[in-house]
């Protein structure tokens, strides 16, 4: 089993910067793929990026709208995952969560067994 515990959401103007944790607990950390899905009020939960991690290598993913803008990290020696989001706009409004899963990378939040109980971003315009 694996624990996800998400923080660093709020509000900020649009324009501005959060950061978002992902502390993990359960399993060794290295093990999975570590991803961040969103959901807006009336929308379906969207892929924002994953990472991965094989042997001393991570690979990333990012979707298309906030490529350039977010960065994703992870600490596997603090079990923790990180999004960096910058120039931030409206429409990333969201509940941000953080998930994984064992094995390869996947997009759909389907895929993942793993979730954390998601932290509310509000960007003001």
């Known amino acids: 089993q694996v624990q996800l515990v998400e923080s660093g959401g709020g509000l900020v103007q649009a324009g501005g910067s959060l950061r978002l944790s992902c502390a993990a607990s359960?399993?060794?950390?290295?093990?999975?793929?570590m991803s961040w899905f969103r959901q807006a009020p009336g929308k379906e939960r969207e892929f924002v990026s994953a990472?991965?991690?094989?042997?001393?290598?991570?690979?990333?993913w990012y979707a298309d709208f906030v490529r350039g803008r977010f960065t994703i990290s992870r600490d596997n020696a603090k079990n923790t995952g990180y999004l960096q989001m910058n120039s931030l706009k409206p429409e990333d409004t969201a509940v941000y969560y953080c998930?994984?899963?064992?094995?390869?990378?996947?997009?759909?939040?389907?895929?993942?067994?793993?979730w954390g109980q998601g932290t509310q971003v509000t960007v003001a315009s």
């Open positions: 359960g399993r060794t950390f290295s093990d999975y793929v």
């Open positions: 990472i991965s991690w094989s042997g001393s290598r991570s690979m990333i």
């Open positions: 998930a994984a899963r064992i094995g390869r990378y996947h997009g759909s939040p389907s895929e993942y067994n793993y």
